[in-house]
């Protein structure tokens, strides 16, 4: 592929990453408009109900009469259906671009080929697997929302050296109920960073009376994810964090009751829970879930093959005996360091 094509499609998705977040349910595409080897119009998707990246990019070209000579970059394949708003690669044919490069085919059965049937029956070039793994990539919340009828999961916890996450909490027969950082302040920050880039955040009922977590983005710039706890009698105090309503929270439970700051959502816990947990999430269109602990949620979610990625943070600290972590069977895809700790990143098989 001439390198050319490759860099415009890098700068595509360059754009669709800055719109993660920002236009769920829809994905965060990123186009680009080219003529004589100059970028003439560029754009991604805004917020759900406002335009999609194709639209922007057309929309940001100063002279119209350019696009007839014109190639457009786009990371996903156009859509061909109307939603909140009118099809895409129906705009990129009555604009009259001749030529299309597209990262990779939108496998929502409401496109599925069908933009890219649009653009050829109009006679257009269309040429499909432009930094296809890279635009795979960008969309994996969308795609995976859609392809498995569940949000991408994301594992997240921190463990010590010695491979714990949790130190031994009765000491002398007192409970010491403070929480336990076992990562350095940089890693803190990452996660916060990380937690804004997804659409929600899980934790169980350990986790939450221990550590009585907010569960926000406090450290970066960004949207809070919507917050969800996992609480089969309802042990955590209503007075904790989870309930403060500064962000929409569920909560999954065997009981029936009402609060005015969340979503209660009874499901059977005499059968597997996650598959159900899972399933109301695809319901409510949260397109990606932050899984932060304990250490049971965690294993479930491993043993049960439902997670796409894990994120383990390896602290300096060694605790000699304690909560083990969980464990991954997996070699990680990538390894680097955050002032001294050890960030593992896992793609699950």
Known sequence: MDAMHLKYMQRAIALGHKGTRLSYPNPSVGAVIVCNDVIIG???TDAYGGPHAEVNAINSVKDESLLSKSTMYVTLEPCSHYGKTPPCANLIEAKKIPKIYIGCMDTFSKVSGKGIEILLKAGREVHVGILEEECLELHKRFLTFHNKQRPYVILKWAETKDGFIDKE???DGIED???TWIS???SQQKVHQIRAEE???LVGTKTALKDNPSLTTRSVAGASPIRILVDRTLKVPQHYSLYSGEVKTFVFTEQNAVHENVVFK???FSKSILPQILAELHQENIQSVL???GKQLLTSFIEEDLWDEALVFVGKSQFTKGVTAPEIKLKPIKESYLQGDLLKHYISS
Request: charged share 30%; no cysteine.
């Open 177 to 179: 109920a403070k929480p």
């Open 199 to 201: 659409h929600a955040i």
């Open 42 to 44: 560029e754009g991604y």
């Open 291 to 293: 899984v932060e602990g």
């Open 184 to 186: 350095n302040e940089l």
């Open 169 to 171: 909490r009765i000491v």
């Open 266 to 268: 009874q499901i059977d």
